[in-house]
Structures are given as C-alpha cells and as structure tokens.
C-alpha cells in the first residue's frame, strides 16, 4: 500500500462541504457603526465643523477689526490729549507774551494788582511775579518770594532773552509754599517773557509758574466719557521718554516701550509691557501749535488686549455654542429620518441572516419605504430563491466530489485537503491511522464484485461508527481506509491499543451476502503527528510503513510506528 501523497493546493474551505459550512456560525465583522448614527453623526460633525469654522473665521476677524478700531481709538485718544496739552501751552506763551507787552505793567504797583487778579481768576497758576533786571522780585502772588533774588533761574534768565517755555519740573524755591501742594514736591511749567520800554530796553521779567495739575485735569476730562473702557491707563512722557504722568510706580522713569524706543510715529500696535501683559497701545507725539514748537511731549494711551479681545472672544463662543446646539438639532432630525432607511433594510438585514443559517421557512420580507429600498427587496427574494435553487444543486455535487458513492465517507480528495487544512497552520496534534482490509481479495474472486461492494458498504458503516464526531475517516480507494484523530485540548486522548483491537474485532465480524456468510479481517499502521514527525506527509509515510509491518507481522493486527521498530535510520 502506498502512503497518501502531498496534498492538493486547494483551501480548507474546499474541502468543506456545502451541509458543513451551513452548520458553522457565520463570521460577524467587528462592532460597526449603524446607518442612523452614522446620518447622526455625519450631520453633527459637520455642522460642528462649520460652526468651529466660522467661530474661528469671523472671531479672528472681528478681533482683528475691533483691535484695529480700539488701537484707532487709542492712538486717536492721545492725539487729542497732546493736541490738547500744545493748545493749553501755547494758550499760557500767549497770555504771558501778551501781558508783558503792557506798559504798565513796568510799573511794580501795577503790575502786583494785575499778578493778583491773575491768580484769582487762573487757578492754574501756582506763581506769577515780576523781576527787575537784576532779578529781583518786584511783585508776586500771595506776596511768595517777594524782594527774592531769582537771577540763577532759568525762568530769569531766558526771560530776559525773550519768550521762554520751560518743561516740567520739581519746585525748588516754592517747594512748601504752594498751599494746595504742601506735603508733595510739587511740578510746574515755566512761561516767561521780558518787560521791554518803548526803546527795546528790557526792565525785567514776567513769569509765570503754571501748576502741573492742569494737566492731570486734562486727562481725566479726556477719559470722564470713556469709564466704562476697563483698564485704560494714559502716560504723558516727556521728550527724553521719562514718564510725567502715569501710574505712581512709572513716574520719573523711562518707560521700555519698543514702539516708543523704536521712534514710531503716530499710531499703534500691540505690544508686551515691562509687566508681561500684552497691550493695545496708542501713540501720539506733541508737535506744538502755531509759532509754538512744542516741548516734544509724547502720549501713550493702553487697554490690555484681553480686554480688547474679551467681545470677540464672547462672539466666538456664542457661533461655537449656537452651532453645537443647531448640531444637536440636526442630528436628531437626521436620526428620525434615517430610521425610515434603516427600518426596512434592518428587516432585510435580519431575513438574509436568518436565511444564511438555514432556516427553513424564511424569506426577504417585502418592505415598504423608499422606492429604491422597495426594489432592492424585491431583487433580494427573488435572488434568495434563484440562489437557493443552485444551492441545493451545488451542495449535492460538491457532496458527490468530496464522498466515495459506494461507502458515503469521505474519499481520498476531502481526506487529503482535510489533513492539509487542519495541519497546515501548526500547532495541535493528531494521530493517523491507515487500515486495510485482510482477505478481501478472495471475496471478489469468490462471490463477485458485487459481493465485494457489499462488504466495502458495511465496513465503512462499521467504521464510521466507532470514531468520534470530530475524528475523519474516510475511503482511499479499493480496500483501503484511513482515519485522522485529533487530540483536543481538555479531551483525553483515546487509548489507541484499544482503539484499533475495537476497530479489528467491528470488521472481523461476518458479512451475509446471498446466503452466504464473508468474514475478513484488517491491518493498522499507527503514527503520531508531531510526535513522530513534524511533517505531516511524513507522519503518513509512517502510517503506511506501519501497516505493511502489520501484513508481514501476521495480518490482522495493529502496529504502531517506531523508528527503531520500523528499521529507519536517522
């Protein structure tokens, strides 16, 4: 006998027949999503996606725009303030160039009833006083510095060259004598001009001190209709970038703007502060008025931009939430109407699973609906009966393919891609056993061939009978069987001694044909896969090299394949 040869190429599917695969559980694909939720969700996604869309599109650009106008605002807002600060100084050169040209103002008596009502009428003068040449006050207000000698002030000498302007400074001679300033080293701005006769022949000096709280004034005038813009601060600096007015830690400092130390003209940016907050910031330089040039003043206006931004941010969130909620909306409304498309096909769904496990009695239901989902339930039964037709023609001649007509096992072809099958991946274990019938030669001689068949259809009953469900045992041809037993895990193998001296006494038990009584007997070769050898082709050579020990050994016997015993080397 010749061991069976290499198996086919064809897949362990073919070699399962049509009943066998209608008995296996259908593969489920993983959890996947349904039509609903995907309608659902599809919507939600994308309205979401709009809606963050446009929150980003039109919150960038309204923060855009409102920065735009808020730095506008700023830089607007300190023109005007320095517009007003040249205004107010050009005002006061006036006022004292215009009073020093009053004759009678030369005279000390006049010129003490006119500094008097002056300072009763302009609370912004802190000091206004005549000098003579020499420098000596000759008249003041309140009587302050009266008969003082003032020649080494600047508000003396570049009076007595002509108009003076002075910047912003401490006091120093009145510092303490100021009333409405006491306790404070109080700021003033020199104007001064000089007392000329008709000649040319200046005679002294009219000056004024103006008090720098004219322009603490100023600013709170300017900003009085804008309390409701959080956290605007104004800075007026003077030309070396020292900080004039501003909050009490920047006084009398420089102020480390890069658009101010970058010498930016008028206008504005956003910039990160000394302090690490980023700041719309307005800048606007003072350029004078008229004949007057100006001290060089600079104003710097400042909102944080977090504030700036704060609107455009509650816009941004409103479009984001608005859009989440017309999202839910929607999704909900999708939900409702994709129920009507997934109803039916859910019913379609279900039959064509019912259908796919055999059960009798089942068909595509016919569903209303869309018309297209009417159609497609109607194509679907009428396939489902066409194919079912085709089925049970094909399941018969795959049947017939894969089992021996004679005993109804299966034959040599499912037997080999079995094997194949089952081994091919590794892992497991099995054992083999050839058996060939022992005298059956002399019944076909003897009796005939039907005779023959008679007692190859028992056998195979005999057979079949003995093994367990899942062990195969199939017809190789003429009188030759072969089974495969698999060892599974958690089941104790068979006692294989046992096994074969059940399997010997099944066949040796008479056969009646015709009135006559046959008896034949049978041969076992026995190998283990892997044990004996992983290959299983290999394992099977060793089946068969076992069952022709067996025929030599005596006939009507089992023998179990060893390497020594079988006379094998290596």
Not at 138 to 164: C, T, W, Y
């Amino acid at each position: 006998m010749t061991a069976v040869g290499q198996p086919s190429g064809n897949s362990a599917e073919e070699s399962t027949s049509i009943a066998q695969r209608r008995s296996m559980p259908a593969r489920r694909p993983g959890r996947i999503i349904g039509l609903r939720a995907t309608v659902a969700v599809t919507v939600a996604v994308l309205l979401l996606g709009s809606a963050l869309v446009k929150g980003l599109v039109v919150g960038n650009g309204a923060a855009d725009a409102l920065a735009k106008e808020i730095g506008n605002t700023m830089t607007g807002m300190a023109q005007s303030l320095a517009r007003q600060l040249d205004s107010t100084m050009w005002a006061r050169a006036n006022q004292i160039a215009a009073l020093s040209r009053i004759d009678a103002l030369k005279d000390p008596a006049v010129a003490q009833s006119t500094i008097d009502e002056l300072k009763r009428r302009d609370p912004t003068i802190a000091w206004i006083g005549m000098t003579d040449v020499n420098g000596r006050v000759m008249a003041a207000s309140n009587g302050l510095l009266l008969g003082a000698d003032i020649s080494r002030r600047p508000v003396h000498q570049e009076g007595m060259k002509g108009l003076f302007i002075g910047d912003v400074h401490e006091a120093v001679a009145l510092n303490g004598k100021v009333p409405y300033l006491v306790g404070e080293t109080p700021k003033f701005v020199d104007v001064s001009a000089p007392l000329q006769r008709a000649d040319g022949t200046t005679v002294g000096v009219l000056a004024a001190h103006y008090s720098w709280e004219w322009a603490h004034a100023s600013i709170r005038q300017l900003v009085e209709p804008l309390a409701d813009r959080k956290g605007l601060t104004l800075y007026i600096l003077s030309a070396d970038g020292t900080v004039l007015i501003g909050p009490d830690s920047a006084v009398g400092k420089p102020l480390p703007v890069p658009m101010l130390t970058a010498g930016l003209r008028d206008g504005w940016s956003r910039e990160v502060w000394p302090d690490g907050v980023t700041y719309v910031t307005g800048v606007a330089h003072g350029k004078g008025l008229h004949d007057y040039a100006g001290l060089g003043w600079t104003v710097v206006a400042r909102q944080p931009a977090d504030i700036v931004y704060a609107e455009t941010n509650r816009l941004r969130v409103m479009i984001i939430g608005s859009g989440a909620l017309l999202a839910l909306l929607f999704s909900v409304i999708g939900w409702v109407a994709a129920g009507r498309i997934a109803r039916p096909l859910g019913a379609i769904a279900d039959a064509a699973e019912r259908i796919g496990k055999g059960e009798r009695g089942m068909a595509i239901p016919d569903v209303g609906g869309a018309a297209e989902i009417r159609r497609l339930s109607v194509a679907l039964r009428e396939m489902v009966d066409s194919l079912t037709n085709k089925d049970a023609a094909l399941m018969r001649l795959e049947d017939i393919a894969y089992e021996d007509r004679l005993t109804a096992l299966p034959n040599r072809r499912y037997f080999e891609q079995y094997v194949e099958a089952s081994t091919g991946a590794g892992g497991g274990s099995a054992t083999v056993m050839y058996i060939d019938l022992d005298g059956f030669k002399p019944v076909n001689d003897r009796l005939g061939h039907d005779a023959g068949d008679v007692v190859l259809r028992q056998i195979g009953g005999r057979l079949a009978s003995i093994f367990r469900d899942d062990d195969v045992v199939a017809r190789l041809g003429g009188d030759e069987f072969a089974a495969v037993l698999p060892r599974r895990a958690g089941r104790p193998a068979p006692d294989m001694e046992e096994l074969a001296a059940r399997i010997i006494a099944t066949v040796n038990e008479p056969v009646s044909f015709n009135g006559d009584v046959v008896r034949v007997g049978c041969s076992i070769g026995i190998a283990s896969w892997p044990e004996d050898d992983s290959d299983m082709a290999t394992v099977m050579r060793h089946a068969d090299a076992a069952l022709y020990k067996a025929k030599r050994d005596g006939r009507n016997r089992a023998v179990r394949w060893v390497r020594a015993a079988m006379g094998v080397g290596g």
